[in-house]
């Protein structure tokens, strides 16, 4: 019998250890819960073995643990913090299933059980609304402090999200009042309001559904602490209160676009002026006209065909390691070739135009030693 299905508060039990192989051990009771069904492993020690695995291998539960120990009876302890984690996870998702099912008509194709985040996945794309919803439901379960009852083999089960019936020895099935029913092999809490807190964090979209993004627990307090936290400097900043927030935070973009807006176009009117400084370099009859600038380096490439444009030769612009070429008549893919063989880099192009990076600073006495060498 698998004690965390019917004793699920059950942390620390006398066991017997049966050797399958090294340090690979199957235990008598069931304590540990396996990774499966969406659900991590149990963590804990058998003896003074820590237990580093627990999965499902040929229909039994093997526990692989950092020690062999001898065959015989052993206290056996469950790491009481993280299966209340992953245990609450798992019983509000069953409610989240539940409620979407029998209230909204979302049948639900994916569970996973993370140590950071947890997902749920319906069938159907849901907005907000509908989220914000089914999260209001389930808190409802959570104060009602619903009993989590298993039972067996009832006949009128099915898989949830597939409408075949369950072919099984023995199935084991959970419920939560009328809100849910469902086959399940996890661990579980003993009642929904030992959960505390069911938060729903993010919604994505996931072929023809939504995968939704939840924390239960403590987790789902931390995360909400994260949140209130990060309001509380969103409002200090804005100097507004929350509900003005999306406003300010409107305004402050569309002042910030403008402001973008206008930089560009200023630099547009100071680019000529820098067009005048380049220093130009003589190669084999062509000019070359450099750079080194403090122009936004959006700005480069536009500053480099202004430069091949006005001395009707070549232009080359470098800002922070990063390089722009352009040329109306010696390729422009060829010179930077040279420089990034010289000073090492990467980057490509054509022959009118070329840009890349490269790996070390490069000076004007550098550019030029380079392009006039064995020119």
């Known amino acids: 019998m698998r004690l965390y299905w019917t004793k699920p508060e059950l942390f620390e ?189 993010s919604l994505e979209n996931k072929k023809e559904g939504t995968r939704v993004s939840f924390l239960a627990g403590r987790k789902a307090l931390e995360y909400a602490q994260s949140e209130a936290s990060v309001l509380r400097e969103l409002r200090k900043a804005a100097g507004c209160a929350t509900p003005e927030l999306p406003a300010a935070f409107e305004k402050a973009l569309k002042h910030s676009m403008e402001l973008a807006k206008e930089v560009n176009r200023l630099w547009t009117l100071w680019l000529p002026g820098f067009v005048e400084t380049a220093k130009i370099i003589e190669i084999e009859g062509e000019k070359v006209g450099v750079h080194l600038s403090e122009v936004p380096q959006k700005f480069s490439a536009k500053l480099a065909a202004m430069i091949a444009q006005s001395i009707d030769g070549a232009g080359i612009v470098v800002n922070e390691r990063k390089i722009a070429v352009s040329s109306c008549r010696i390729s422009a893919k060829e010179i930077l070739d040279r420089i990034i063989a010289a000073v090492g880099g990467k980057g490509g192009g054509s022959p009118t135009t070329a840009n890349g990076g490269l790996e070390n600073d490069i000076t004007f006495d550098q550019i030029q030693m380079i392009l006039q060498e064995n020119s």
């Open 13 to 201: 039990i006398d066991v017997e250890v049966e050797t399958v192989n090294g340090c690979d051990v199957v235990v008598d009771p069931a304590i540990f819960h396996p990774n499966e069904g969406g659900q991590p492993a149990d963590k804990g020690t058998i003896g003074p073995a820590t237990v580093c695995s627990v999965e499902i291998r040929d229909g039994r539960i093997v526990h692989t643990l950092d020690r062999p120990l001898s065959d015989g009876k052993y206290i056996a302890r469950v790491d009481k913090e993280h299966r209340l984690y992953t245990a609450s996870q798992h019983t509000a998702q069953h409610i989240l299933s539940g409620i979407a099912e029998k209230q909204f008509s979302l049948q639900t194709t994916g569970v996973h059980i993370g140590l950071d985040t947890c997902t749920v996945d319906f069938d159907k794309r849901i907005d907000w609304d509908t989220a914000t919803a089914i999260e209001c439901r389930a808190m409802d379960v959570v104060t009602l402090d619903l009993p989590v009852e298993t039972a067996f083999n009832e006949s009128d089960v099915r898989i949830r999200g597939d409408s075949k019936t369950i072919e099984s020895d023995m199935i084991r099935v959970v419920k939560i009042g009328d809100y849910d029913k469902s086959a399940c092999c996890g661990a579980h809490l003993k009642s929904t309001g030992q959960i505390g807190l069911i938060r729903i964090l």
